[in-house]
C-alpha cells in the first residue's frame, strides 16, 4: 500500500504541471487581456484622471487616444512584455513560495480573495455533503428493502420530480413563494447571517444561520440526493442478490442482519467513490444559485475572474481545486480498502 501511495503521489506532480500548462496557455491566447480590459476602462474615462499626466507627455498615441506610454506601462505591470513561456516559467518559480501573484480585479493576493470567498462554499459545501450521506444511505436502505412497494413507488417518483428541477430554478421558486413577499415571508435572502447577528447569543446565532441556509441549501442539493440516494439502493439490492447472500439466508440469518451486515459493507463500496469529493466542495460553488441568493462565494469569483480576464485567480484557483481533486482521488482509494479488505492497491 505504501509503494501505491507514493507511486500516486509522483503522479501527482506531472498531472499538476499538465493542467496549469493547459489553463495557462488557453486563458493567455484567449482574447481580452487584462491590458486590454483597462484600456476599456481607460477609453470610457475609468481611470483618465490616473493616466492624464503620462498620456499629456506622450504625442504617440493610438487610434483611440490612449498613449503607447499607457499601453507599454500596462504591459510591464501585468508582465505581458515577456513571451508566454517567460510568465509561465515565472508563475512557476513563485508557486515554489505558494505565491499566485495578485489579483489584476481585486488588487489583492490571490490567496487573501479566495480565502475571503472561502467561508461561504466551505459551509455549504460541507454541509450539504454531510446530510446528503446522512439521509440518502439510510434512504436507500430502506428503498431496498422495500422494493417494488407502494412506498418505494412513490418515493423514487418523488425524488426523480426533485431531480427534474434544476437547483437554480428551485432557488427562485423558493424565493418567490417562501422569501419574496409575494406570498411567504419566512426566511431572508442575501448574506449568511443578519445585520445584528453579533448581537445575538450563542444558541440565537446558531438560529440565524440555520435561517438563512435553509433555502440556499435546498437548492444546492437537489440534483445530489436523488442519484446518492438511488445509487445506495441500486448497490444493496445488487449485492443481495449475489451467492454468498443465499449462502446467508440457508443458513437462517435474519434478514436485517443480511442487509445490515453483509451486504451494507459491499454496497457501500461505489458510495465511497464520493468521499474523495469531500476537499473539492471547499471549492464547490454554484454561480446562479449564488447569483440567486446573493451569496459572495466560489462560484461567483470565478464567474467574474474569467469575465475580467484575472489570469492569477484563474490560475491560484484551478491549481488548488486540482490538488484538491486528486488528493480526493487518492483518499477514495484508500478508503476503498477500508471499506472491502479484498481490495489491495499494489
Not at 513560495?97 to 475571503?116: N, Q
Not at 459491499?266 to 454561480?287: D, E
Request: glycine share 8%; charged share 15%.
Amino acid at each position: 500500500m505504501l509503494d501505491y501511495l507514493i507511486r500516486r503521489i509522483l503522479i501527482m506532480i506531472p498531472t499538476l504541471f499538465g493542467v496549469t500548462i493547459v489553463v495557462f496557455f488557453i486563458i493567455n491566447l484567449a482574447p481580452g487581456s487584462p491590458v486590454e480590459q483597462k484600456l476599456q476602462a481607460l477609453r470610457f474615462g475609468g481611470m483618465g484622471q490616473q493616466t492624464q499626466g503620462v498620456e499629456s507627455a506622450s504625442s504617440n498615441r493610438d487610434s483611440s487616444g490612449i498613449s503607447q506610454e499607457v499601453i507599454d506601462a500596462l504591459n510591464k505591470q501585468y508582465g505581458f512584455d515577456k513571451p508566454i513561456h517567460i510568465r509561465y516559467w515565472i508563475w512557476i518559480k513563485n508557486l515554489v513560495r505558494f505565491d499566485f501573484g495578485e489579483s489584476f480585479t481585486y488588487e489583492e493576493p490571490v490567496t487573501d480573495v479566495i480565502m475571503s470567498k472561502f467561508p461561504v462554499s466551505l459551509q455549504f459545501g460541507v454541509i450539504s455533503i454531510f446530510l446528503s450521506y446522512l439521509i440518502c444511505i439510510p434512504l436507500g436502505l430502506i428503498k431496498a428493502v422495500k422494493n417494488g412497494t407502494k412506498w418505494d413507488l412513490v418515493s423514487s417518483f418523488v425524488l426523480f420530480v426533485m431531480y427534474s428541477v434544476p437547483g437554480f430554478m428551485l432557488g427562485i421558486l423558493l424565493i418567490v413563494f417562501f422569501a419574496g413577499g409575494n406570498f411567504l415571508e419566512w426566511f431572508p435572502v442575501g448574506d449568511l447571517y443578519s445585520d445584528l447577528y453579533e448581537d445575538l447569543t450563542f444558541w440565537g446565532k446558531i438560529q440565524d444561520r440555520v435561517h438563512h441556509f435553509i433555502l440556499p441549501l435546498i437548492s444546492y442539493m437537489i440534483g445530489s440526493f436523488t442519484v446518492l440516494t438511488m445509487l445506495m439502493k441500486n448497490s444493496l439490492l445488487d449485492e443481495i442478490s449475489k451467492d454468498y447472500i443465499r449462502t446467508a439466508r440457508a443458513k437462517g440469518v435474519s434478514e436485517k442482519m443480511i442487509y445490515l451486515r453483509h451486504g451494507l459493507r459491499n454496497a457501500l463500496i461505489p458510495i465511497v467513490t464520493g468521499l474523495g469529493g469531500f476537499l473539492t466542495i471547499f471549492f464547490a460553488g454554484s454561480l446562479l444559485i449564488e447569483m440567486i441568493f446573493n451569496l459572495d462565494g466560489i462560484g461567483l469569483m470565478s464567474y467574474q475572474a474569467v469575465l475580467e480576464r484575472d489570469y492569477n485567480l484563474i490560475m491560484g484557483s484551478v491549481f488548488i481545486q486540482s490538488v484538491l481533486m486528486l488528493v480526493g482521488n487518492l483518499i477514495s482509494d484508500i478508503a476503498y480498502t477500508v471499506v472491502d479488505p479484498r481490495i489491495d492497491f499494489k
